[in-house]
């Protein structure tokens, strides 16, 4: 700040300069690493490179079992980047193995699109997968898939390694995926505390940082889709309107201005400006102040709990200290009076954000509303938001997705190979152990005869494990 502001005294044009362009230095992560699954080139998408999997510079290993191979698109994806148009395929369990060397926060995302070849329709594909011990996805059906789809996954990570395990859900699936990422989160994304919202109970929800999260929604508020592209994480920010209950009575505003991050506020990496220069609002034009709140509604799942982040900006008062108005989660007062103005150190066009901690119940959906206080002005903006984010929380079981823990849905392959050898083998004991039977019950002094059963079956060799697939697809 120091120097910015000796800077201010040289010229307009340098502090313009500096403000701008010091701030907006993207951020680099110091694990940074994004895999091209089942490709043969590196392939680059949004001038970011996807390293092949297969290829030696590629400095995430894929702990190959011998029964992955990559699949290839037979026709070109019209309009899809050259990631989705290969996949590597897993008929075990097989894992990805990163090297961390900033324990912390990090964000994994799987690429996913289901294309079919004249080998394998990826849309037969059903399965699990890990990351670390977080049970990520289960029972996950390549089939339901319209489209590239993106998942993200925040979690903490205090080992050396970070593993993504793909478990395919039963002998006769497989596992697919076709680019991941895993990125070290800027210190400031996921802090410490948040309010949990329990009913007319606000209170302190501590540890929010060690918990793991899948991102379900990240909607930008009155304003175009936000693409990686335009996000300094990357991100991808859907417009809300599918998800807003009535827009009647509200506005829709854009910034055309500069939105000013603050040190200690929200940073670029929280939010980019493309998500802070646009919001709905709702606006008193006359004496009275309208009776409404502005309502967004996000389909859910029961039993888990959810990280809402709402992201405000006052991009619309044409003065300081005019915009006050409460907020509601799940229908409960969650913040009251909230004064952009205050919590901004008294600047406008700066970004603010508050984080959620809510239980999702019966009724499937979590709703986010902000609407005029005892303490909004007439003729005044009188209730905005610019964006929000609604994020699953792992259960106690440490899943993401059923109630499993990660051992038991890695228990779910079962060890041994079965194919037609194990049927076979089965057969052989129960006659084996009827004859043993026999034979003890006709002469009890007999010896064991046989004491070993043929307990370990044989893994299937790469060979098998090739053939077997050939002759599957
Ligand atoms: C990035 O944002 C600008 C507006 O801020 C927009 O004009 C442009 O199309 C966006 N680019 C992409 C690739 O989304
Ligand atoms: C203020 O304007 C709203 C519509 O914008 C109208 O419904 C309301 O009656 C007006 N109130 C007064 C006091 O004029
Ligand atoms: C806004 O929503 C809250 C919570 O659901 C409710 O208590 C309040 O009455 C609503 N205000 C209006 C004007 O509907
Ligand atoms: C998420 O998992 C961690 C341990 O990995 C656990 O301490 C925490 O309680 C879990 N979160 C919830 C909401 O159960
Ligand atoms: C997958 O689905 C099957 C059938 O519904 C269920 O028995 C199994 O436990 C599920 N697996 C996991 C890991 O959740």
């Not at 596992?175 to 895993?182: C, G, H, K, Q, S």
């Not at 009913?199 to 940082?209: A, I, Q, R, S, Y």
């Not at 389909?299 to 959810?306: A, G, Q, R, S, T």
Request: with cysteine.
């Amino acid at each position: 700040m120091e120097t910015l502001l000796s800077r201010r005294a040289f010229s307009f044009f340098l502090l313009y300069i500096f403000t701008f362009y010091d701030l907006s230095l993207s951020f680099s992560p110091v694990d940074n690493y994004l895999v091209n699954c089942g490709a043969s080139l590196d392939s680059t998408v949004d001038n970011r490179r996807f390293v092949s999997d297969s290829s030696d510079s590629s400095n995430s290993h894929l702990l190959s079992s011998a029964q992955t191979f990559s699949l290839c698109a037979g026709t070109i994806l019209l309009g899809l980047p050259q990631i989705y148009h290969t996949a590597r395929v897993f008929k075990a369990p097989s894992k990805y193995v990163f090297d961390v060397k900033d324990p912390g926060m990090h964000m994994v995302r799987l690429h996913l699109h289901q294309f079919s070849s004249s080998k394998l329709n990826l849309g037969d594909s059903q399965f699990h997968v890990l990351v670390n011990g977080l049970v990520a996805l289960t029972n996950f059906s390549g089939g339901n898939l319209v489209g590239p789809k993106v998942l993200e996954y925040l979690l903490w990570v205090n080992s050396k390694k970070l593993e993504v395990t793909f478990v395919p859900a039963k002998k006769s699936k497989f596992a697919f995926v076709n680019a991941i990422e895993v990125i070290s989160a800027p210190k400031d994304l996921i802090l410490e505390t948040a309010q949990s919202v329990n009913g007319d109970k606000v209170e302190n929800f501590d540890g929010l940082n060690k918990q793991a999260f899948e991102v379900v929604y990240r909607v930008t508020v009155g304003g175009p889709k936000v693409t990686p592209f335009n996000d300094s994480l990357w991100r991808t920010w859907v417009p809300d309107d599918e998800y807003l209950k009535s827009s009647e009575g509200s506005t829709k505003v854009y910034f055309a201005g500069r939105i000013k991050y603050q040190d200690g506020g929200a940073s670029r990496e929280v939010g980019p400006d493309n998500v802070y220069d646009s919001a709905r609002l709702i606006q008193s034009k006359n004496a009275s102040i309208p009776k409404l709140n502005l309502t967004w509604e996000f389909p859910v799942i029961e039993d888990y709990k959810y990280l809402v982040r709402m992201h405000f900006c006052d991009i619309a008062s044409i003065a300081l200290g005019l915009l006050v108005f409460n907020v509601y989660v799940n229908g409960h007062l969650a913040y009251k009076d909230l004064d952009l103005s205050a919590v901004t150190n008294y600047l406008l066009a700066s970004p603010f954000y508050a984080d959620f901690v809510v239980d999702a119940d019966h009724s499937g959906v979590v709703t986010v509303s902000v609407g005029p206080s005892n303490k909004s002005m007439a003729y005044t903006v009188d209730a905005i938001l610019n964006g929000v984010e609604i994020m699953k929380m792992n259960n106690s079981v440490g899943s993401l997705d059923g109630k499993l823990p990660a051992e038991l849905v890695l228990k779910c392959w079962p060890r041994r190979s079965v194919g037609i050898l194990l049927p076979l083998i089965a057969l052989v004991c129960l006659l084996l152990s009827l004859s043993a039977i026999m034979r003890r019950r006709k002469d009890k002094v007999d010896s064991v005869p046989w004491s070993k059963l043929p307990v370990d079956i044989p893994e299937i060799s790469p060979n098998q494990g090739k053939q077997q697939l050939s002759s599957k697809v």
